[in-house]
């Protein structure tokens, strides 16, 4: 038999106490302690103007908070918590506002704030709730160490008072590595030098705030890991972060970090910056120094930063280029001259076409950008093929061992990529190569020093709940968009500059070998006009 | 001249929308932009009813409201963000919810609900909000250092997936302790072992969720740490957390780890534990290894834990207790006899004294405890100037050196408390030593084999905005309840039995020496017999 309803009495009150409000928070509350979905249903109001918020964000409309619900897994959904005050506002007869502060069992407090109105069928319902739960200690799906620092600035610097996210690939003294694998890291030694990379933020005056999730050593773009969880995405709720930088852009776009140090083998940093609507940029190859970092594919592997602003991109991009080519006559020359490949907006969904489309036309307009000349880049289905022949080889070498020694531990899309990596023909890699320095000479002529334009990925945030079919076809897509800035080694930038119906989605700027700096500059000039 | 108020366009409104309420609502997003508290005073209702919640808890009232705001710096008040996205629930023509999503400057996102209501002078003004701004990474306050884990149980055994705040003084391996100290912490080097109280839980299957910070040295009992912050109080919003424990008290009171691994050496746990309403226990001095441990006063210093539940703390002494101890006689041998003293319920304020007074006879009317005995404890201010000596002649001992080579490092008020320790006569030490082991005798003699009763702290949790002058003699008083266990090496639990107006108050419980468990259990029945 249930036990009967406790009302709770009210800390304070005004107006006149309509009859029945009480007990119905009490049975909502009720509902909650027994995560009776159905009964959580009927205490919503129906209808698309029903609003639920808390830390993840606003759901509008019953149907979208009765999926939030659904979504909660039986066990996370229930919440054991008494009623520690209770303040009832009466508006008229059939209006209160309802706040309440909880004692959860887990510890801490809770706050919820509530609209309650009478139905015409004379049931008293929530209209809107603010929901806001004890805080923890760490969020894991973005993080998997943090402190106050993690490791402090080692000089002052253009850098001061940044704090930076250090992907989980980057060797810090004292710390292992995990490489978004549970098993790798239980098995990893600390590290017995800082890499290259952090040392450079860290000599320029930035600290570490932590280290950040990424997807499984890094093959891959979703952000999705299987152990850790799906990191928030702030721009847009229950969507897909990007990845595999997943855990640095969530922890700045979140304010947790203003540096992600991050790396783009295939688009890790771009990716992530477009769903996010951050300033990304994967570095020219070879320009940053990779000693400490966890290879995946050494032949398109970049180290880059994620960011808010374009001024702490480049301070970061400064303080670690390499000196020698800061100075170039490249990195001097800034590219003047702009580009566009149709057929890499048309590999893009509809809606980032016309975003596109739109967005460079009011650009050019408006005077920020010359009109771009329309190239071919040639057929981007084998300039697909090379690419990935070769990231998958190299991915092998890198983890074949490791992953050969551990089966069953890696989750299943990451797993699906490596088994087919392991059965890489040494012929069909060579022949590759070849392909691939072939391809290079012809992107290299065909852009002819000028700074290619495309989405930075083909489609805006995908739902965290899309079918895996789904998100593999999001994929192949966006490897189209992104594989030519490996192919070539050059830099490329992502301007969070567009958005889809609230959405963004990245404008990506890739520049010859060396114009790092230049791009960034060419960016922050297009975001300050826009 | 002030920039125009743009008022922004509501994404959703139900109902025909009220003149200036939209006005309204931009004004109050200016007043907070420029942090203008008079505008902020005038933009919230009047009176005793209006409400403002946040994380940090519940303010009923507009002068609490306008008391925190006033408390807030000028630069941590400023709030630079834009509107993402905003609906308006118009309720009548005089009231109406509004629900914005803002996007701060500094990342994330925040939610704000608030209940607009028309005055009869014709303004409109907030009388609920519920804010909630982006979440933090870390909470400095609490912790230092934060992991998921920090390091993993090293086996699987009775505290299996519970997980642990460190207090700031144990040493972990490859990690630096730093005593609450920024100047200490940089000059650690990482620890090459495990101290064994964290090994003794790591050990039973409980992992390490991170550092939590202490007050500098453990020497206070405020939790106000001047370089780190006060951490909250989830059972006192705007109360001391209680030192020097602050950091593992409010990590366990936030949910945020299930057993606070602290030191005790004149209260260090007892007076957290009473202040946050938690279990706490001071360990039977020696009775667990304090290797690994940094030193404050090691003839009073003590192991010990804070946690929700008797049964976690249960099973985390039973882990970590010398084993000899736990089958000796004394530990088997449960005390049926309890003793109060008057002197030491006169030591505290009247409100914990009647809390105290009136619990006991609660406890005894229910058959839960017999009648206490009287007992005469003798002259409380020469026990306390006795274990104050040894104390501070200890406390010069274990880090004079490092005060007198840092000068300018220590936060006030344990700078002096070092400053008079420093003056430590070596004459007056050694009569302190002859009359401590004296009162030692005295007080076992008194005590005869029974538990003394009396409150874990002299006072509730005072404000944290309360003088120095208050605090000191806070310190006082409940220095006076606390030195008996030290000076009798005596364990002693603070259960969260009492309250005092919301304000929890711990029934301290001190025992013969090894009846640690048993104390434990003696606090659970009382617990779930109250």
């Not at 061992?401 to 059965?423: C, K, N, Q, Y």
């Amino acid at each position: 038999m249930p036990e009967p309803l406790v009302v709770p009495t009210p800390t304070s009150v005004t107006g006149a106490l309509p009859d029945g409000l009480l007990t119905a928070f009490a049975g909502y509350e009720d509902a909650l302690a027994t995560n009776d979905l159905a009964a959580l249903d009927a205490w919503f109001a129906p209808g698309e103007n029903t609003l639920r918020g808390d830390a993840a964000g606003l759901l509008v409309g019953h149907d979208a908070i009765s999926g939030f619900r659904g979504a909660r897994s039986a066990r996370s959904g229930t919440v054991a918590r008494g009623i520690r005050s209770l303040h009832v506002r009466v508006i008229d007869p059939r209006h209160a506002v309802i706040v309440s502060v909880n004692a959860p069992d887990a510890g801490g407090a809770g706050l919820l704030t509530q609209l309650w109105s009478l139905s015409a069928a004379g049931d008293w319902q929530v209209e809107v709730a603010q929901v806001a739960g004890p805080p923890a200690a760490i969020n894991p799906t973005v993080w998997r160490l943090v402190g106050n620092p993690l490791m402090a600035a080692a000089a002052s610097g253009t850098l001061a008072g940044e704090t930076i996210a250090v992907k989980d690939l980057y060797d810090i003294i004292g710390f292992t590595v995990g490489a978004g694998n549970p098993a790798y890291l239980r098995e990893a030694s600390p590290a017995t030098e800082t890499a290259a990379a952090v040392a450079a933020l860290l000599g320029a005056g930035a600290s570490v705030r932590g280290i950040a999730q990424t997807d499984e050593f890094a093959y891959s773009i979703a952000g999705d890991n299987e152990h850790y969880g799906t990191p928030p995405n702030v721009r847009v709720p229950g969507g897909l972060p990007g990845g595999s930088s997943s855990g640095p852009a969530a922890a700045v776009a979140l304010g947790q970090a203003s540096i992600g140090l991050a790396t783009d083998t295939a688009g890790s940093i771009r990716v992530p910056a477009s769903y996010q609507g951050l300033w990304g940029l994967r570095s020219t190859h070879g320009a940053v120094d990779r000693a400490g970092l966890l290879p995946l594919a050494p032949s398109f592997d970049t180290v880059g930063w994620l960011t808010r602003t374009p001024g702490v991109l480049r301070a970061a991009a400064a303080a670690s280029l390499d000196p020698s080519q800061q100075t170039s006559a490249a990195q001097a020359d800034a590219p003047t001259r702009f580009a566009v490949s149709s057929a890499l907006v048309f590999a893009c969904d509809d809606d980032v076409q016309d975003v596109f489309v739109a967005g460079l036309d009011r650009l050019t307009r408006a005077g920020l950008l010359p009109a771009p000349d329309l190239v071919d880049v040639g057929d981007l289905a084998e300039a697909l093929r090379i690419f990935r022949a070769i990231q998958m080889a190299e991915a092998w070498k890198s983890n074949g061992d490791w992953v050969t020694a551990h089966p069953g531990t890696l989750g299943a899309a990451v797993a699906g990529r490596f088994e087919i990596a392991s059965r890489t023909d040494p012929a069909a890699e060579a022949e590759a190569r070849i392909a691939l320095a072939a391809a290079r000479e012809r992107l290299d002529a065909v852009l002819d020093g000028r700074i290619l334009l495309l989405p930075s990925a083909s489609s805006t945030a995908p739902s965290r709940h899309a079918n895996p079919a789904a998100i593999d076809a999001t994929r192949t897509a966006t490897l189209t968009l992104t594989s030519p800035a490996g192919i070539g080694g050059y830099p490329a930038l992502s301007v969070p500059l567009f958005e889809s119906r609230g959405k963004p989605v990245g404008l990506c700027l890739v520049g010859p070998r060396h114009t790092d700096l230049a791009l960034i500059d060419i960016g922050a000039k297009l975001a300050a006009g826009r």
